[in-house]
């Protein structure tokens, strides 16, 4: 372990993050340390299983999704930097305080999935400049490129709650103490490989994929029989935070490709709370981060809850897999 001592204020304070922002990733911060809390109790904190409601997408909410979405929800809404608040779990922009210097996006507790058989989930939040030019509550506070993230982060509740956050300097890795109830350093500088041999995908969807891409995942599958001429293995998670912190670890290349289920919805994660700010965590520790055709942080949102497909991870490998697509 590294740098035991040092505490993500002090960190973030180096990396030249203002007080304002400072004790708005406090409050968010702290939020999902409870949220650690319940995640760990599980069953014993009877917060498993699913609830009655459906989320503007469509999905079923788990009981999970809903106390996580309520304490940061709360946590943010106390915090007076905060002029508007976006989030999966809520329909609409939700405003705060009419002169706060900040609007948060994020996605509660992503992989859902798995909150019912103890895999990994996470919270994932971005933070941009408020815009004064809309009202308080429009959408358009969140219609902003990836590029003006002042911050993005992920907590990964694990075998460790990790926290891993860029304000635009590196991306560092936290662990959480749990005796202290402190994030503490532990990788100052986290940094993908270029290249790797291990790629993330939901090969249950292969057949509704454009061709172009069936025959890059074809090609890695063939291995050294194939055009690429190397072995690769495969993990799939369903949680993006927990698939793309191996990434983030040990390389790796990360896929969730636009497909031909549903005309109306032809991909299926979100840009705003989801693409945007992992795109930055990857950037900032040398990878890559694209959709089909151009770089996520360079996309000009139309939607709130906007659907986006991914490509992200090691760079060489973003660029082979963009090869094929072209
Ligand atoms: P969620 O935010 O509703 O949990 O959905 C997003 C998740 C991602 O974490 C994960 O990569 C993907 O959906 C899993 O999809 P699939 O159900 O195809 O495995
Ligand atoms: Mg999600």
């Not at 408020?130 to 694990?158: E, I, K, P």
């Not at 055009?227 to 998670?237: E, I, L, P, S, Y």
Request: one cysteine or more.
């Amino acid at each position: 372990m590294q740098n035991t001592e040092q505490t993500l204020a002090s960190v973030l304070d180096e990396d030249g993050a203002n007080a304002e922002l400072l004790s708005l990733i406090h409050n968010l911060v702290d939020a999902t340390e409870e949220i650690a809390v319940c995640v760990n109790k599980g069953a014993l904190a009877g917060v498993l299983g699913s609830t009655q409601n459906e989320n503007v997408q469509g999905e079923t909410q788990k009981k999970l999704d809903i106390i996580a979405n309520q304490l940061i929800k709360d946590a943010l809404l106390s915090n007076e930097q905060v002029r508007a608040l976006a989030s999966e779990e809520e329909d609409d922009v939700v405003a705060g305080n009419k002169n706060g210097k900040y609007v948060v996006a994020f996605d509660p507790l992503d992989g859902s999935s798995n909150i019912d058989v103890n895999g990994q989930i996470g919270t994932i939040f971005t933070i941009y400049p408020a815009r004064n030019d809309v009202a308080t509550n429009s959408a358009l506070q969140f219609q902003q490129r990836g590029t003006q993230q002042v911050c993005a982060g992920y907590v990964l509740y694990g075998a460790s709650t990790l926290l891993v956050i860029s304000t635009g300097g590196p991306t560092h890795c936290f662990t959480l103490d749990t005796a202290s109830q402190q994030f503490l350093l532990t990788n100052p500088t986290l940094s993908i490989p270029q290249d790797t041999q291990e790629f993330s995908v939901n090969m249950a969807n292969q057949r509704f994929w454009a061709s172009s891409f069936q025959s890059y995942i074809a090609d890695l599958i063939a291995g050294e029989t194939g055009k690429r001429n190397k072995r690769f293995n495969m993990r799939w998670n369903a949680s993006m935070v927990g698939d793309m912190h191996r990434v983030l670890i040990r390389g790796g290349i990360f896929i969730y490709p636009s497909d031909s289920r549903d005309a109306k919805q032809p991909a299926k994660l979100r840009l705003l709370y989801e693409a945007n700010p992992i795109a930055m965590l990857v950037e900032n520790a040398g990878g890559k981060a694209f959709n089909e055709s151009q770089r996520i942080l360079d996309i000009e949102p139309s939607a709130l809850h906007q659907r986006v497909a991914v490509i992200m991870g090691s760079a060489n490998e973003v660029e082979a897999c963009l090869g094929y697509l072209q």
